[in-house]
């Protein structure tokens, strides 16, 4: 499965991004998707997952309440919406497959996209 993500930038502290990842290949409901970020110096760590149906969410402690993971299977698309966004969110973020569909176990995830980055200023 290919994986092409976009929609970071820069954002002011309390602002809002919606990063999409849109994937093509292989039957898209066959993967969780993921979004992973990792900021300079730091290990890459998984923020939220999905399940291949949409109905399962993982979220890291650092974003819950704040970002939320969708994914439109017709589209082939999964999706970040980050609100109430902090400094400490400043990382590239990177959309990942996972084709044994665990969402919230990082080591599961095979297929990755570029990055793309995120920076918010204070």
């Known amino acids: 499965v290919q994986l092409q993500a976009s929609g970071g930038g820069l954002v002011q502290a309390g602002g809002s991004l919606r990063l999409s990842c849109a994937a093509s290949?292989?039957?898209?409901?066959?993967?969780?998707m993921g979004w992973f970020r990792q900021a300079p110096g730091e290990e890459r760590e998984l923020v939220a997952g999905?399940?291949?149906?949409?109905?399962?969410?993982y979220y890291a402690d650092s974003v819950k309440g704040r970002f939320t993971v969708s994914r439109d299977n017709a589209k082939n698309t999964v999706y970040l919406q980050m609100n109430s966004l902090k400094p400490e969110d400043t990382a590239v973020y990177y959309c990942?497959?996972?084709?044994?569909?665990?969402?919230?176990?990082?080591?599961?995830?095979?297929?990755w996209g570029q990055g793309t980055q995120v920076t918010v200023s204070r």
């Open positions: 999905v399940s291949g149906s949409g109905r399962s969410t």
């Open positions: 990942a497959a996972d084709p044994a569909n665990m969402y919230k176990l990082g080591s599961s995830y095979d297929y």
């Open positions: 290949g292989r039957t898209f409901t066959n993967y969780a």
